[in-house]
């Protein structure tokens, strides 16, 4: 199994609305990722997680809240978002830190 | 801070060109870096990886080049097909991988 799944591949929320991105792998790698892309943009990485520990926040505001429940699965819970939160969000996992990345397919989320 | 250009932005072309594209980066103390392909609203398909300690990388009629004193990759595509049209991204990996905006590549028929 070579895959990263992500669920689900489509969300529309309101901005009062908790809803949650799941990811999840099974190649036994230790490193997962949470990123941000706009249309046209490149992603921008949110969370790094190594070993189940979170090690990398690149200022991403509270209402985005991870979670690493264990080596398999990583989760984004959502809540209180804004309009411009509207994205593609990608998850990508590695063997370890600075290896190759695997990506799922995203969920495109959309805040009204 | 890692920066990361790609160049082109855009490129179209008639299918059977060989093709290159660029990717520049600003700290040459890097760990690896990898050529991705996207299609509209999809995730990063892997086209090739280069460690740092690695100057080439083949697959197919695709080959990638890394000079790391200079900052630059190139990604080689030979006889393009229409079904190469996508957007290419190279990520840098210094630490957290970083990515360029892209190439977006339009191969007609």
């Known amino acids: 199994d070579t895959e990263v799944t992500q669920t689900p591949k489509h969300l529309v929320m309101g901005m009062t609305n908790k809803k949650s991105l799941k990811c999840e792998q099974h190649?036994?790698?230790?490193?997962m990722y949470w990123y941000k892309q706009k249309a046209k943009k490149p992603p921008e990485l949110m969370f790094v997680?190594?070993?189940?520990?979170?090690?990398i926040n690149e200022s991403v505001p509270s209402r985005f809240s991870p979670e690493c429940p264990n080596s398999s699965l990583l989760n984004l819970h959502l809540h209180a978002l804004q309009p411009e939160d509207s994205a593609l969000y990608l998850c990508?996992?590695?063997?370890?830190?600075?290896?190759?990345?695997?990506f799922g397919s995203g969920t495109q989320l959309s805040v009204l | 801070k890692q920066e990361v250009t790609q160049i082109p932005a855009a490129l179209s072309v008639p299918e059977g060109e060989n093709l290159v594209l660029n990717c520049s980066f600003t700290?040459?103390?890097?760990?690896?870096l990898q050529w991705f392909r996207q299609d509209p609203g999809k995730g990063l398909t892997s086209l090739l990886l280069?460690?740092?300690?690695?100057r080439e990388q083949t697959s197919g009629r695709l080959n990638a080049s890394l000079d790391k004193s200079s900052g630059r990759s190139t990604l080689y595509i030979a006889a393009s097909q229409p079904g190469d049209s996508a957007t290419y991204l190279c990520?840098?990996?210094?630490?957290?991988?970083?990515f360029g905006r892209g190439t977006s590549l339009i191969v007609h028929p």
């Open positions: 280069i460690q740092s300690s690695q």
């Open positions: 990520a840098v990996n210094s630490y957290i991988p970083t």
């Open positions: 190649m036994g790698h230790r490193a």
């Open positions: 700290d040459s103390a890097i760990y690896n």
């Open positions: 990508a996992s590695s063997q370890g830190d600075n290896e190759k990345l695997f």
């Open positions: 997680y190594s070993y189940e520990k979170l090690s």
